[in-house]
């Protein structure tokens, strides 16, 4: 038994991992005749329906599109270190490997979209070639050796088709501004938080600077500086879906005007730095971006009585409730033609909706009291809450009383196999091992206890047996019935086998009756997720919630525009309200 304080903590995560839907209906409908309704301006409606008609911004599935954030999100700082080779006028003349020359680079740098950021740039490093000119002309001092030449000027030169030429070099340090583009993000789309996708990033950097020679007497040959125009293509690998740190290659070239190395040749005009450079970034925390709203404008409509009888406005709502880290988005098959679909799983699912490949090496595993981490796992396709037979496992989320989590002991495996022919498993992500269904971008987070990735216990709030511990918890407004996710998940798949033992035929038929007589105004999901995991409420634990509460209200969505039963219901009169702020 739970102590009266433990069981409300309990409730209270229940209820915080939920989805509200709201179907707008016109229930006073004449046997005869239904009441028809037009779309209309805001101007035209009554003030006795304006606060009821009120609708919320949709949010969109393109890939593409992401709410850009705020100025100090977004941030990496990196450093590197490499070698180039310089081509300047002359260095053909001498021996390859003595135009190579080391160079250090550290910077910090901003994203504004996936695709687009800057980056300023602070680098150290030195030039090698070749000369002719061993003397250059200076206003004070009249003509002097050349600053970047390494050895003296009576000293013998070097000799190439009979031309005269010495060694030279130069120190300096450079700055630079530059644009970058994501190349794979920019193709490939943000891949989203936590995601194996896009492991391996090619990032295209493009800009200009200025570059500081030092190391040679100013006072006689003044200052020397030059501008550089810069481009770079890096190959950033990361290890870990957190993304925050990347190994990066670089190819990078700095091109000047030839006079870089104070050789001028009639025709040449640029010298240039070429070169290669190994390094680590470090992304700072925001490092993603949330999925784009875009705000329409709000429907309205009003009915066109032809008796001129005054239609009753009611609110059919009801809960869905989804365990911690998972809404169902992209809930991708393994296997081919098969589907793992997030409300069949909620309404009839089993554990993890996973099971283990090889069935053999379990056995072998089990005989041995080995642990089962190593082994891979699949998906297993959802059916439809419908079916018949006896089960021998509890299933469906906060369904039965009995929590849909399972044990890993022996015993139970087995039990299960001999029945089902396979053995059930849990989900293992890193240090996490879960044992409900969960959505891949959220699995590796951590949540503030370990009993948060189990299914300790079941309050039926799915059911029809929970409205009770529902409405205690959830106020309702006047005008609203309220019902339970099985009684309309048998209404519109079928008040048949498994789902009809927690469905009330009663209410069943009353939803039945309301989606084929009634009118549709308008049909709203609520989607909320509320603070399980490391209570950063800035940082991890709110982008978790803002994508899964959206990501829910989404999932049942489009369940029910593609359930059948809403084919009279214009697209636009389906909206998704997203409960996101700080909880």
């Known amino acids: ?13 229940k209820i915080s991992s939920l989805l509200l ?3 707008f209906v016109c229930a006073s409908v004449s046997a005869q005749e239904k009441q028809q309704w037009v779309k209309v301006d805001r101007s035209q409606l009554p003030d006795s329906i304006l606060p009821e008609e009120i609708t919320f911004p949709q949010p969109t599935d393109d890939k593409y599109r992401v709410v850009t954030n705020r100025f100090w999100e977004n941030w990496f700082v990196y450093a590197d270190g490499g070698g180039h080779a310089f081509f300047g006028d002359y260095s053909h003349y001498g021996k390859f490997k003595e135009t190579l020359g080391p160079e250090f680079t550290v910077g910090l740098g901003k994203w504004f979209t996936p695709g687009l950021g800057i980056k300023a740039q ?3 490093g030195a030039s090698r070639g070749f000369m002719t000119n061993g003397k250059i002309s200076t206003s004070n001092y009249g003509a002097l050796p050349n600053p970047y030449m390494v050895t003296d000027v009576g000293n013998y ?25 994501n190349l794979s993000r920019l193709f490939c789309a943000w891949e989203d938080y936590g995601t194996k996708k896009l492991f391996n990033q090619f990032i295209l950097t493009l800009g200009f600077g200025g570059i500081h020679h030092y190391d040679y007497d100013k006072d006689k040959y003044g200052p020397e500086n030059d501008w550089y125009m810069n481009a770079e293509l890096q190959y950033s690998r990361f290890f870990t879906r957190a993304k ?12 000047f005007e030839t006079h870089f190395d104070q050789s001028f040749i009639q025709g040449h005009r640029w010298d240039a730095n070429l070169g290669v450079a190994l390094g680590l970034t470090y992304y700072i925390k925001v490092r993603g971006w949330d999925r784009c709203v875009s705000c329409g404008e709000a429907n309205y409509y009003i009915p066109v009585a032809p008796q001129g009888d005054c239609p009753e406005y009611k609110t059919f709502t009801f809960y869905v409730f989804y365990p911690n880290n998972y ?4 809930d991708a098959p393994v296997i081919a033609g098969d589907a793992v679909n997030a409300i069949d799983y909620l309404a009839g699912g089993i554990f993890t909706q996973k099971k283990f490949v090889n069935t053999n090496a379990v056995d072998a595993n089990l005989s041995s009291s080995a642990k089962l981490r190593r082994q891979a796992t699949e998906d297993i396709a959802t059916e439809k809450a419908t079916f018949g037979g006896n089960q021998i496992v509890t299933r469906g989320y906060e369904i039965s009383k009995e929590p849909i989590s399972l044990s890993m002991s022996e015993s139970e495996l087995k039990a299960f196999k001999d029945k089902y022919g396979y053995y059930y498993a849990p989900i293992y992500e890193g240090s996490n091992t879960w044992y409900y269904r969960v959505d891949d971008v959220t699995a590796t987070q951590k949540l503030l206890s370990d009993d948060n990735y189990k299914e300790s216990e079941s309050y039926s709030l799915n059911a029809h047996a929970g409205l009770g511990t529902v409405r205690q918890n959830m106020p309702l407004d006047k005008n609203t019935d309220l019902y339970s996710f099985a009684d309309v998940y048998a209404a519109i798949e079928g008040n048949n086998g498994y789902i009809s033992k927690y469905a009330d035929a009663k209410t069943v038929a009353t939803i039945k009756e309301i989606l084929e007589s009634g009118t549709i105004l308008s049909v709203q999901a609520e989607g909320l997720a509320t603070s399980q995991d490391n209570n950063k409420e800035n940082e991890v634990g709110l982008q978790r919630n803002n994508t899964l509460s959206h990501n829910r209200a989404l999932t049942a969505i489009k369940w029910l525009q593609g359930c059948g039963k809403f084919t009279g219901v214009p697209a636009d009169a389906f909206s998704v309200n997203s409960l996101n702020a700080p909880i």
């Open 1 to 13: 038994m739970l102590h009266g304080e433990q069981r409300t903590q309990n409730m209270r995560r």
């Open 21 to 23: 839907l709201g179907i």
């Open 122 to 124: 602070f680098g150290m």
């Open 157 to 181: 030169p070097q000799y190439h088709n009979g031309k005269a030429f010495w060694p030279m070099k130069t120190k300096y340090w450079d700055v630079s501004l530059n644009a970058t583009l």
């Open 244 to 255: 925050a740190f990347s190994l990066d290659f670089k190819v990078r070239s700095q091109i």
């Open 327 to 330: 809404s169902g988005r992209d």
